[in-house]
């Protein structure tokens, strides 16, 4: 590299970053185990994003601290003024750096896709999905977030499932597998999603629950209820020979793989790739613009 990168990977609840020093070797965070926080300049909080990215990195890599170069790709920063308060966030912590911020779709697009076209799928806590050209993102389909929008998400799966289990639309044996003879309680739930900071998080916590009985059928239905919902309102705003080829990242995406490729197939389209993020990808595909650069 010519100069010394930074490369951030921000998401609502958690992020992923790459150091790419001018001298000696990559590293990549956070080590096996650990999380790092995330932020969505729409809802989280700066201040706490901040404190845990120099609390982190001062503990794990206080070189990187030092990066004259950040390449940010963050959740929630479709518009100038978001980028600008996660711009903001970011110089807070690296005063001296030069910052770059893009959307976590084009960092993804960048990472799964290279140079090639293709549908991007980001599933994680939110939603997010774009086509892209080797070169160029095209995002007709608004990211309306959590509350209007997100389906397929984490945050969308973890609010119906609640649904179902305050409303009594889940099977008896099953709410009680995820929670418990007496769960859920109300009281609770509504306390850790309305008072959280991270409500959306709070919400896709609960999806992470049906991971170890996605055999059961009523997880298995829930979810692909939630993908078919997603796939209709793809073809209103993708044709077909846009349709063709998609590759998807995120925790839902990535831990319900199985299911999404088929409810994709079953509306003609083939997720050729899934990856946990593209963290990877994007640290391939700067360094091949460091290349050609040079």
């Known amino acids: 590299m010519a100069e010394d990168l930074l490369i951030a990977e921000i998401g609502g609840s958690s992020s992923r970053w790459a150091w790419l020093p001018e001298e000696g070797p990559d590293l990549s965070l956070p080590v096996h185990g ?22 982190y990195f001062n503990a794990h890599a206080p070189l990187a601290l030092s990066a004259s170069k950040i390449s940010v790709y963050a959740a929630g920063c479709g518009s100038e003024q978001r980028r600008s308060v996660m711009d903001g966030t970011i110089s807070s912590i690296w005063p001296a750096a030069s910052v ?17 076209s293709g549908l991007v799928l980001i599933l994680g806590t939110g939603m997010n999905v774009g086509w892209y050209d080797g070169e160029r ?8 977030g959590y509350m209007l929008g997100d389906e397929g998400s984490g945050a969308d799966i973890g609010r119906v499932l609640l ?62 209820s939630r993908f078919h919902a997603l796939v209709e309102i793809l073809k209103s705003f993708f044709p077909p ?9 995120g925790s839902v995406a990535w831990g319900f793989r199985e299911l999404l490729a088929n409810c994709l197939l079953d509306h003609g389209m083939e997720l050729t790739a899934v990856e946990r993020d593209p963290l990877q990808g994007l640290v391939r595909w700067h360094r091949q613009q460091a290349l050609r650069a040079h």
């Open 34 to 55: 650990d999380t790092i926080p995330g932020f969505n300049p729409v809802s989280g909080n700066s201040g706490i994003f901040a404190s845990g990215i120099t609390t």
């Open 100 to 116: 770059e911020v893009n959307t976590d779709l084009l960092g993804a697009a960048r990472g799964l896709h290279g140079s090639e």
């Open 137 to 144: 993102l095209h995002q007709p389909m608004p990211s309306l």
């Open 163 to 224: 649904q179902d289990a305050f409303y009594q639309r889940m099977p008896d044996p099953m709410r009680t597998a995820l929670f418990g003879q007496d769960g859920p309680l109300v009281e609770r739930i509504i306390d850790e999603v309305y008072r959280s900071p991270f409500p959306a998080k709070a919400l896709a916590a609960r999806t992470a629950l049906l991971a170890g009985v996605v055999q059961e059928p009523y997880a298995r239905e829930l979810i692909l």
């Open 241 to 249: 020979e846009q349709r063709g080829n998609v590759k998807a990242t």
